[in-house]
């Protein structure tokens, strides 16, 4: 946590997804953000990070970055919309 905070280029890739059969990083992100406590905008970076150092080639970046946000804007909008008891809620079943 404190290499992202410091502003280096931290990411969450998968390791030979062909062999370990990754489909997607979903759980990984959730695992970041639970045991790192990690901030929407720490999680933000998080993620640019894992698409701007990723190995897809420059065009498919634009894209996949266009793309993710896209879905993070809607993503915080529903966020920003729950009620304080709906946090509750959720926080509540989490725990």
Do not use: C
Not at 1 to 10: A, F, R
């Amino acid at each position: 946590v404190e290499m992202l905070k410091n502003g280096l280029p931290v990411v969450i890739s998968s390791d030979d997804p062909g062999i370990w059969s990754a489909r997607g990083l979903s759980h990984d992100f959730w695992e970041a953000t639970v045991a790192w406590q990690l901030s929407a905008r720490d999680l933000k970076t998080l993620v640019q990070n894992s698409i701007q150092y990723s190995g897809l080639e420059a065009t498919e970046k634009q894209k996949v970055m266009a793309n993710w946000k896209q879905n993070w804007k809607q993503f915080m909008a529903r966020w920003r919309s729950f009620e304080v008891s709906e946090v509750i809620e959720v926080r509540e079943v989490l725990v």
